[in-house]
């Protein structure tokens, strides 16, 4: 029996078109580039993820020579909230954007790893993770949950 999966998501034109709490958290995430190391992939990648509480905590990809021994942007985020603020495991949203080795903002989108660890959180905490990725010339993908990334997760 054939069966079909349909992805919902929003796109927007820009930055600037989404909702003044989404544009604020892709600005933050935008920010946490700085603090990326990846020397040898050249590609930065920010994350920012937004608490329930309104609390946003950053992440940027870490890179090391001992591949695959780094972290990625999104799980450095995701990580860091839940080692910082334990009693607060109740996650909004997640912004992402990419800087490529000539330093312009570019695509970025959870690998594999990624939207698994993000579809536990989104488990665990019983409703959506809303996901914002940055696109090409500045436009943005909104996904309404971890679900609409990884229909299949592993699960528990």
């Not at 544009?23 to 590609?43: D, N, R, T, V, W």
């Not at 090391?64 to 860091?80: D, K, M, Q, W």
């Amino acid at each position: 029996m054939d069966k079909t999966i349909v992805i919902d998501y929003q796109e927007y034109d820009s930055i600037d078109e989404l909702p003044r709490e989404d544009s604020a958290l892709m600005q933050k995430a935008i920010g946490a580039i700085e603090g990326s190391y990846a020397p040898y992939s050249g590609f930065h990648v920010g994350a920012a993820l937004r608490l329930k509480n309104g609390i946003v905590v950053e992440g940027s990809n870490q890179e090391n020579v001992a591949y695959p021994s780094g972290l990625c942007a999104e799980r450095t985020a995701i990580f860091s909230a839940s080692a910082q603020y334990p009693q607060c495991r109740d996650y909004e949203a997640l912004a992402i954007v990419g800087r490529n080795a000539e330093g312009v903002l570019c695509e970025a989108s959870p690998c594999g790893a990624c939207r698994q660890v993000l579809s536990e959180y989104e488990h665990v905490q019983g409703h959506p993770l809303r996901v914002i990725c940055y696109l090409e010339g500045g436009r943005v993908r909104v996904f309404p949950s971890v679900v609409s990334l990884l229909p299949f997760s592993f699960d528990f």
